[in-house]
């Protein structure tokens, strides 16, 4: 555990994926491991791993990079947190992202810009680029994200590393600080497919706390990872959408060599459609955005964080500490969530985004009856310079469009390295049918 810190302060340095170091607290709890001893059949005995900032975390500050939660201090850990602890993992700190993980660049954190771990000119996607930068840099070899459209795949992606967003409803939400309820899924970013596997086990499950977890068994993922012919005989969809216009040619050609192994090794791949995939990003924004702006009520000033001084009245505590504790895309996101929910409105943006994604949920519900998985990019482009994007939110949202309908849909989807552009990691992305990480994980394996 000191080595593990000696190394990430040094990679740290130009890295920043770190918000906050836990050194004190993750020592004491190595050395209470030495000894009770490790176990021999916990993989997990022992293992630094890094937690984005928004699952709360007892006594050690959590911000959600905003200055709203500056100095806040939980009085509980998150379910996700808790169960790692339990496999006698070693929390060593809080992850960098973008402001209540709305972006995808981590250059909305109020803090720090985090730079991707093969470039340093280059963002580390987002919104949990602190995770995906602290395992490619070689920092720890477990974070934990969060995707509620893309921001556990999308930074795996442009970092070159494995990111699982399970199902919708496989890992408690408790102790994630909202920002989409019907969307935000917690998961592991990982080296190897067969790390995210074991990690995925560890903090997967039904939870009294979140009652839209499942009460399904969970697998041990890691258990059929031991050779690459698994998808012998499996039926991939490779929808048409998704390697279309505005995907850039390497990535394009990343998937399609991909294809290629999988036929190889006795799978069939074959051109499918997701019709409604192009009106994804625009339901999402209406939807994310209006449960967004209903979670951040919360952020009032005085139940949490942080409160303006040079107030008058009540009314004043409110507005000034709003004004002053979000930042500019969370504001952007909450008159966007505000209006849409408005009586006068409702019908026109938030009724009709919810039709919508009932449409997408079918598309895949369609392809998914005769696939066993759905096979395309992470992002239309590899990681892009850090500053290039930043001023221009309708470009920076439509990185997503690839990644977002899986939230839509609540489906399973993980990133996997399957390539280069340029020096620069290019992923691959597959979605699984509800509850069926196993198969992800076999198909993921075979690039392992
Ligand atoms: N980039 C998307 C957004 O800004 C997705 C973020 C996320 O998955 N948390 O909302």
Do not use: C
């Amino acid at each position: 555990t000191k080595q593990t810190f000696a190394n990430m302060k040094q990679t740290d340095q130009t890295t920043q994926a770190f918000l906050n170091l836990n050194e004190d607290e993750a020592v004491r709890t190595a050395q209470e491991i030495d000894k009770a001893g490790i176990d021999p059949e916990n993989l997990l005995s022992g293992i630094p791993v890094a937690i984005k900032d928004n699952l709360v975390t007892k006594g050690l500050t959590t911000t959600a990079a905003s200055k709203m939660l500056e100095n806040f201090k939980p009085i509980y850990s998150a379910t996700a947190v808790e169960k790692l602890a339990a496999k006698q993992t070693i929390n060593v700190g809080k992850t960098n992202m973008d402001e209540f993980a709305m972006g995808g660049s981590t250059e909305n954190s109020a803090f720090k810009v985090t730079t991707n771990a093969w470039d340093k000119t280059k963002v580390p996607g987002g919104s949990s680029g602190g995770s995906a930068a602290a395992v490619a840099s070689g920092q720890v070899p477990l974070a934990l994200g969060s995707d509620t459209g893309g921001s556990i795949r999308q930074p795996a992606s442009f970092n070159g590393v494995v990111g699982m967003k399970p199902t919708y409803g496989r890992v408690s939400r408790w102790g994630l600080i909202a920002f989409g309820s019907s969307l935000d899924e917690i998961g592991p970013i990982t080296r190897s497919v067969k790390d995210n596997a074991v990690a995925l086990s560890a903090i997967a499950g039904h939870d009294d706390h979140d009652l839209t977890t499942s009460t399904k068994e969970v697998p041990d993922f890691a258990a059929e990872l031991n050779e690459k012919t698994t998808v012998k005989g499996m039926k991939i969809g490779l929808p048409k959408e998704f390697i279309g216009e505005g995907v850039d040619e390497d990535v394009k050609n990343a998937v399609l060599a991909a294809a290629d192994k999988y036929r190889e090794l006795g799978a069939t791949v074959d051109e499918v459609s997701l019709p409604h995939n192009k009106y994804g990003v625009a339901a999402y924004y209406i939807i994310a955005s209006s449960e967004a702006s209903s979670n951040l009520q919360r952020f009032d000033g005085i139940r949490y964080g942080y409160r303006a001084d040079d107030v008058k009245n009540l009314e004043d505590v409110y507005v000034k500490s709003r004004s002053e504790g979000f930042g500019d895309e969370v504001k952007r996101r909450i008159m966007l969530g505000t209006y849409s929910l408005s009586a006068g409105f409702y019908d026109a943006y938030f009724k009709k985004a919810a039709k919508v994604r009932t449409l997408i949920i079918r598309d895949f519900q369609k392809v998914m009856e005769d696939h066993d998985f759905i096979m395309g990019p992470v992002a239309p482009t590899v990681a892009f310079s850090i500053g290039a994007e930043i001023s221009d939110p309708m470009t920076m949202y439509m990185n997503d469009i690839l990644t977002i309908p899986v939230n839509l849909a609540g489906l399973p989807g993980m990133s996997i390295p399957a390539g280069f552009s340029n020096g620069m990691p290019i992923g691959l992305q597959l979605i699984g049918k509800p509850f069926d990480e196993e198969t992800l994980y076999k198909a993921g394996y075979v690039f392992e």
